[in-house]
C-alpha cells in the first residue's frame, strides 16, 4: 500500500482505531495474496520521506504479529531509527 498524501490522509479520527483499521486491511492483503507468495513484509519503523512520521503505538508490534501469523519474515530498513525491525518489537 502507498500513501500518496501522508499529511492529509487519516485511517480513522483516533490512533488506536486507525491502527486496527491498517492491520486489517494489512491482513486482508496478505490472504488475498496467499501468505506462501509473499517474501517478506518491508516496513520502515519511522517513515522519512516528506518529514518524519511515526507510527501509532501498537502498530508495529501488530505488523510483527501477522508475520509470524503467517510465517512471513518482516524486514525494516532501519534508515531513520537505526534499529532492527525485531529489536522494536
Same mark, same amino acid.
Given at each position: 500500500?502507498? +500513501? ?8 480513522? &479520527?483516533?490512533? #488506536? &482505531? $486507525?491502527?486496527?483499521? #491498517?492491520?486489517?486491511?494489512?491482513? &486482508?492483503?496478505? *490472504? $488475498?495474496? %496467499?501468505?506462501?507468495? *509473499?517474501?517478506? *513484509?518491508?516496513?520502515? @519503523? !519511522? !517513515? %522519512? @520521506? $516528506?518529514? !518524519? =512520521? !511515526? ?20 524486514? +525494516? @530498513?532501519?534508515? +531513520? @531509527?537505526?534499529?532492527? =525491525?525485531?529489536? *522494536?518489537?
Amino acid at each position: 500500500m502507498v +500513501n500518496p498524501t501522508p499529511l492529509t490522509f487519516k485511517w480513522a &479520527e483516533d490512533d #488506536s &482505531e $486507525g491502527t486496527a483499521l #491498517s492491520l486489517a486491511a494489512l491482513e &486482508e492483503q496478505i *490472504i $488475498g495474496e %496467499g501468505p506462501e507468495t *509473499i517474501a517478506a *513484509i518491508m516496513a520502515e @519503523s !519511522v !517513515v %522519512g @520521506s $516528506g518529514g !518524519v =512520521f !511515526v507510527h501509532p503505538p501498537g502498530y508495529m508490534q501488530g505488523v510483527r504479529a501477522l508475520c509470524d501469523r503467517y510465517g512471513t519474515p518482516p524486514r +525494516n @530498513s532501519a534508515r +531513520n @531509527s537505526g534499529a532492527q =525491525f525485531g529489536a *522494536i518489537l
